[in-house]
């Protein structure tokens, strides 16, 4: 069964820190899909990026990058330069190509606190 | 106009009461869901469609039940409400056709139910 951890619950840093949100993954497919959502205190699910299972380079978005490691089950997230509205609940997630449903395993989120 | 709209975005019902959240969407997309979030849980799958005939069950389906009245439209039902049901819930869709560039779910906006 596929399953998402991300061991940080809260993550609190001040205003242009780097910070890095984890995520780990099990899935027995070997297709499959990798998704990063962020939920602003607004509430509403924003998505950030989705990364396929064969296609392993990592990417950045201004100042937003991703790391995808296969060999260790591995997607993380990194924010440089944090601000303020960075502030929000990431949640990463995952979807398996042979069940076809592609319904998304959540995590149980990362909250991060950006200070000013 | 948002792509995804469910009504209410809140609602407060008593216990024992049934209740209706209803989901939209304008993207076409022939996969509807509805997701549940608990604080500290993420979001875990209740139902799913891939098209008017399709419905199937996801990990938390009891004591709920849906209805795709239209490729557009998926309600979400609680028969007899439960204050264990207070929880955000949301309308995903994704699009499953050939060609399709993009998995991601796109969510609706999100309906905060409070079950006294």
């Known amino acids: 069964a596929q399953k998402v951890t991300q061991a940080q619950t809260e993550i609190s840093v001040v205003e242009k820190e780097d910070v890095t949100l984890d995520c780990v993954y099990e899935t027995r497919d070997t297709t499959y899909y990798l998704f990063w959502y962020k939920q602003p205190p607004s509430g509403e699910l924003v998505f950030l990026i989705r990364r396929n299972s064969f296609d392993e380079q990592n990417e950045i978005s201004g100042r937003y990058s991703w790391n995808f490691q296969k060999s260790t089950s591995s997607f993380n997230f990194t924010i440089t330069a944090s601000q303020v509205v960075d502030s929000a609940v990431y949640f990463c997630?995952?979807?398996?190509?042979?069940?076809?449903?592609?319904?998304?395993?959540f995590g149980s989120g990362t909250r991060l606190q950006v200070q000013p | 106009d948002a792509d995804v709209t469910q009504t209410p975005r809140n609602r407060i019902t008593k216990t024992g009461k049934r209740i209706m959240l209803e989901c939209s969407q304008t993207k076409g997309h022939d996969r509807m869901y509805w997701y549940r979030q608990d604080p500290g849980l993420g979001l875990r799958l209740i139902y799913y469609s891939f098209d008017v005939k399709d419905i199937n069950k996801g990990e938390i389906s009891d004591g709920y039940s849906v209805s795709r009245q239209a490729q557009a439209k998926f309600s979400l039902s609680l028969e007899s409400a439960i204050p264990n049901q207070t929880a955000l819930y949301f309308c995903?869709?994704?699009?499953?056709?050939?060609?399709?560039?993009?998995?991601?779910?796109?969510f609706g906006q999100g309906t905060r139910l409070t079950v006294v």
């Open positions: 997630a995952l979807s398996e190509a042979s069940t076809g449903r592609r319904a998304l395993t």
């Open positions: 995903a869709t994704s699009d499953s056709s050939r060609g399709a560039r993009n998995t991601e779910a796109f």
